[in-house]
């Protein structure tokens, strides 16, 4: 199986901040991957697909980047509704696996 | 406004079945590929299996094959997951979701982009 590991398992940060998570593959998986956003109690929301691509309807101040086995997640400017927990997922082949997420609290 | 509906969780003791379903509204479930995702109490994603449109391709994660089933029945719009010889191990909240496909530029992918609110299975004694 392909091991998603993401960095770091937490993190606090303030309004305002620019927030980095990275997502390290455990293999090749070129730009198969996407990032989630998952609050206490409520399933998963999809934010970035294809390693880049911003999903209908979310704002622009998240993005991803990378390929190969290197991706990294930003957020441009934290938001008080950004305070989630957040994954990585690769598609490139089965299983489809999740990174351990990172936990984005309020410093 | 897409919603699936999940039912069926619940307690079970350890060797025990149950079965999960997922009702689609708005949604025509035989349209998709459909996935089951489950997420131990405090712990991360796990992506468990998933189901063609046809329901002639189904795969499972290593941890459930040979024990669990997924299933569809597209004239009641509805996705099933069969789980038999249940252990401590499957203790948890289990998301249906849409398997969506896509291609651009030529390259393809999928991702998961809608959820049920998720159904809870506890395996205790």
């Known amino acids: 199986d392909i091991q998603m590991t993401q960095s770091p398992s937490s993190l606090s940060a303030s309004v305002g901040d620019r927030v980095t998570i990275t997502c390290q593959a455990s293999?090749?998986?070129?730009?198969?991957l996407n990032w989630y956003q998952q609050k206490p109690g409520k399933a998963p929301k999809v934010l970035i697909y294809?390693?880049?691509n911003l999903q209908t309807g979310v704002p622009s101040r998240f993005s991803g980047s990378g390929s190969g086995t290197d991706f990294t997640f930003t957020i441009g400017s934290l938001q008080p509704e950004d305070f989630a927990t957040y994954y990585c997922?690769?598609?490139?082949?089965?299983?489809?696996?999740f990174g351990q997420g990172t936990k984005v609290e309020v410093k | 406004q897409v919603q699936l509906v999940e039912s069926g969780g619940g307690l079970v003791k350890p060797g025990g079945s149950l079965r999960l379903s997922c009702a689609g509204s708005?949604?025509?479930?035989?349209?998709?590929?459909m996935s089951w995702i489950r997420q131990a109490p405090g712990k991360g994603l796990e992506w468990v299996a998933y189901?063609?449109?046809?329901?002639?391709?189904?795969k499972y994660a290593d941890s459930v094959k040979g024990r669990f089933t997924i299933s569809r029945d597209n004239a009641k719009n509805s996705l099933f997951l069969q789980m038999n010889s249940l252990t401590g191990e499957d203790t948890a909240v289990y998301y249906c979701?849409?398997?969506?496909?896509?291609?651009?530029?030529?390259?393809?992918?999928?991702?998961?982009?809608?959820w049920g609110q998720g159904t809870l299975v506890t395996v205790s004694s």
């Open positions: 979701a849409r398997d969506r496909g896509y291609c651009i530029s030529g390259s393809c992918g999928y991702y998961f982009d809608y």
């Open positions: 708005t949604l025509t479930l035989s349209d998709n590929y």
């Open positions: 189901i063609s449109g046809s329901g002639a391709t189904t």
């Open positions: 293999q090749d998986i070129s730009k198969s």
């Open positions: 294809d390693a880049s």
């Open positions: 997922q690769q598609y490139y082949k089965l299983p489809r696996t």
